[in-house]
């Protein structure tokens, strides 16, 4: 299993473009978050999904977009970049169920807005 | 509302030294518990969990304790080494309406000098 891969690693972006980045889990979970750290600091959620078709803000929402058409899918859309939106970017994934689920995390994609 | 609070790094040892990180949270019912570490350039991964009171996660020589009594789930370690040099990440999961939430800590740093 790959886990939840990132795609890119890296990008640099001027203000006002646009970008999508990707991430995809093969582990069949039902949920998939999207965190921003800036540096030093914690997690934010920006957003989340509960499953195929679901999905929900989290405490940073704004300046972002999300989907979730499947179960192992779910890209973030940045659609006017600007400089408060330079962090690092980690996707996650956990199952639900009885129990105390983990989450997996991505190994994060680094965004400069310029 | 439910939350996490985690002492204030960074936390600086020499090799060898007694680790400990606290972690104290507020929630209703009966929350999961977890710790989980961030290596430089990483996303994060789960180190330890408990799911209730008096449960001991372990793992890699770390430990800790649900107490439900204290509401605390310190993070331990007797002997650190350089490459647990790393920022630390307590966590709690719960449930609402059906839906599973997750809340982090802001992260502790800790940097072990040989």
């Known amino acids: 299993n790959a886990g939840v891969t990132q795609t890119p690693k890296f990008r640099i972006l001027k203000i006002g473009q646009s970008m999508t980045l990707q991430c995809t889990q093969d582990m069949n979970h039902n949920y998939m978050y999207w965190y921003r750290q800036d540096p030093g600091m914690g997690l934010k959620l920006i957003y989340y999904?509960?499953?195929?078709?679901?999905?929900d803000k989290g405490e940073v929402p704004n300046g972002y977009n999300v989907s979730r058409s499947t179960t192992e899918d779910f890209p973030l859309r940045l659609e006017l970049a600007a400089p408060s939106q330079t962090s690092v970017y980690f996707c996650?994934?956990?199952?639900?169920?009885?129990?105390?689920?983990?989450?997996?995390f991505g190994p994060g994609t680094r965004l400069t807005v310029l | 509302g439910n939350s996490v609070t985690q002492m204030e790094g960074p936390v600086t040892l020499s090799e060898e030294a007694f680790l400990t990180i606290n972690c104290t949270y507020t929630?209703?019912?009966?929350?999961?518990l977890f710790w989980y570490v961030q290596y430089p350039g990483e996303g994060l991964q789960l180190l330890l969990k408990?799911?209730?009171?008096?449960d001991k996660g372990s793992n890699k020589g770390f430990e800790a304790t649900y107490r439900k009594e204290t509401t605390s789930f310190h993070l331990e370690k007797g002997s650190v080494q350089v490459s647990d040099s790393a920022v630390y990440f307590c966590?709690?999961?719960?449930?609402?309406?059906?839906?599973?939430?997750?809340?982090f800590g802001t992260g502790t740093r800790l940097k072990v000098l040989a």
């Open positions: 929630a209703t019912g009966y929350p999961s």
């Open positions: 408990a799911t209730k009171a008096d």
């Open positions: 996650a994934s956990s199952y639900s169920g009885q129990g105390a689920y983990e989450q997996f």
């Open positions: 966590a709690l999961s719960y449930t609402t309406s059906g839906t599973y939430k997750y809340i």
């Open positions: 999904s509960v499953g195929a078709g679901i999905t």
